[in-house]
Each structure stands twice: as C-alpha cells, then as structure tokens.
C-alpha cells in the first residue's frame, strides 16, 4: 500500500482531485481538518487539554469546544496558537497513523492518502511515501476563492500569505499536479502518477 500525503494551497482544488481519486481507485482519503474535529470531540485527551489551555468557558452548550471561542482566543494570541497546535497536530497525526495502519489490513484498499494545506509544516514529509502538491496559478486561486467562497480579495491574500510560498512546496513535494486549467487535464495527470494501481470504473 502506498501511503500518499497531498497539500497545496487555498483554492488549488484539492477537493475536486481527491473526489475523482476517490471514485477511481482503491483507496481510503483522510483530511486533516476533519481530523482534528474529531480528535477534540469530548471524551478525548486533545479534549482535556484544550480546555484545561483555553479555559473551562470554551467549552459550548453541548460539551464540545465551541470553535468560535476557541478562534478568537488563537487569534488574539500567537504563543495561544502555537501551544494549541502542539496538542492538536500530534493527536491529527497519531489518529492518521493508527488509521494507516488499519487500512494495511485491508485487501481492498491500495492507496491511503491525507490531505491538507500544512501537511509539511506538521512533518507529514517523514511519514507518508509520496508528497503530492497540487498547484495552480495564483489568479486562478483568487477567482475560484471570489467565486466559490465569497471571499473579499482582502481576505484572499491574507490567508495566502499564510501559506507556504509556491517554491517551498515544490521543494518539498515528489509530484506536482497543474490544477490551473481544465479538470479533465488534471485527472489524467493523476492516472499517469497511478498507472501501476487498480483502475475502479
């Protein structure tokens, strides 16, 4: 099995890569942001953890962390954001692991990905077989995040100077898709990348 990470960033159209991949291959596709949804749910150790940093007023009406309390408490303070991080992304990282793990057990599966936006910073690069980073012309990003999300060009470029710039990531990553353009472009740069797998109609 080959274990496959896949990061890019804002409006790349990761989303719309791992959809295909999904219906196409045998495979198992975990992302990282929901992820760490779950591995806050109440109950867990990253749970007790977060409430014993953020303070017992975080947690919402329904037992969980409310996440815009918690959101406004990281970004009023940066050490809040990096100690926050430190309990998430170990838990994130552990929780794919045993996931990984799992699925080797399983005859049916062939490729185990994971993808998100800070998956070299979190040092995914030890872990996972093959980075994939999938890249797309910045005003093409800008269009897709103005036209899908709503986004305010303010906030676009905010959230990407946040991001690792483009040379970073192709320094890092083994493959590079080219998601600037047409769809069906992309997809068959990814059945050239997956030839030697099990094709799924």
Same mark, same amino acid.
């Given at each position: 099995?080959? %274990?496959?990470?896949?990061?890019?960033?804002?409006?790349?159209?990761?989303?719309?890569? &791992?959809?295909?991949?999904?219906?196409?291959?045998?495979?198992?596709?975990?992302?990282? *942001?929901?992820?760490?949804?779950?591995?806050?749910?109440?109950?867990?150790?990253? $749970?007790?953890?977060?409430?014993?940093?953020?303070?017992? *007023?975080?947690?919402?009406?329904?037992?969980?962390?409310?996440?815009?309390?918690?959101?406004?408490?990281?970004?009023?303070?940066?050490?809040? &954001? &990096?100690?926050?991080?430190?309990?998430?992304?170990?838990? /994130?990282?552990?929780?794919?692991?045993?996931?990984?793990?799992?699925?080797?057990?399983?005859?049916?599966?062939?490729? $185990? $990905?994971?993808?998100?936006?800070?998956?070299?910073?979190?040092?995914?690069? *030890?872990?996972?077989? !093959? &980075?994939?980073? /999938?890249?797309?012309?910045?005003?093409?990003?800008?269009?897709?995040?103005?036209?899908?999300?709503?986004?305010? !060009?303010?906030?676009?470029?905010?959230?990407? *100077?946040?991001?690792?710039?483009?040379?970073?990531?192709?320094?890092?990553?083994? $493959?590079?898709?080219?998601?600037?353009?047409?769809?069906?472009?992309?997809?068959?740069?990814?059945?050239?990348?997956?030839?030697? %797998?099990?094709?799924?109609?």
């Amino acid at each position: 099995m080959k %274990f496959i990470g896949i990061t890019g960033g804002v409006g790349a159209g990761k989303s719309e890569l &791992l959809a295909y991949i999904k219906e196409h291959y045998l495979c198992e596709i975990w992302l990282a *942001d929901e992820v760490a949804h779950l591995v806050k749910r109440r109950g867990t150790t990253c $749970f007790e953890k977060l409430v014993e940093l953020l303070g017992a *007023d975080v947690v919402g009406a329904d037992g969980e962390i409310d996440k815009k309390i918690m959101a406004e408490r990281i970004f009023a303070d940066e050490a809040i &954001l &990096l100690q926050v991080n430190a309990i998430v992304h170990p838990a /994130v990282q552990m929780f794919i692991q045993e996931k990984y793990e799992a699925a080797q057990m399983n005859k049916e599966i062939e490729l $185990f $990905f994971v993808e998100a936006a800070l998956l070299i910073e979190a040092g995914y690069t *030890d872990l996972v077989d !093959e &980075l994939w980073y /999938v890249y797309a012309d910045e005003a093409v990003r800008r269009n897709r995040l103005a036209m899908a999300r709503g986004y305010s !060009e303010e906030k676009i470029t905010q959230i990407m *100077d946040s991001q690792l710039s483009e040379e970073e990531f192709r320094k890092h990553c083994d $493959f590079v898709i080219d998601n600037s353009g047409e769809l069906i472009d992309s997809y068959r740069q990814i059945d050239e990348r997956l030839e030697a %797998f099990a094709w799924r109609e």
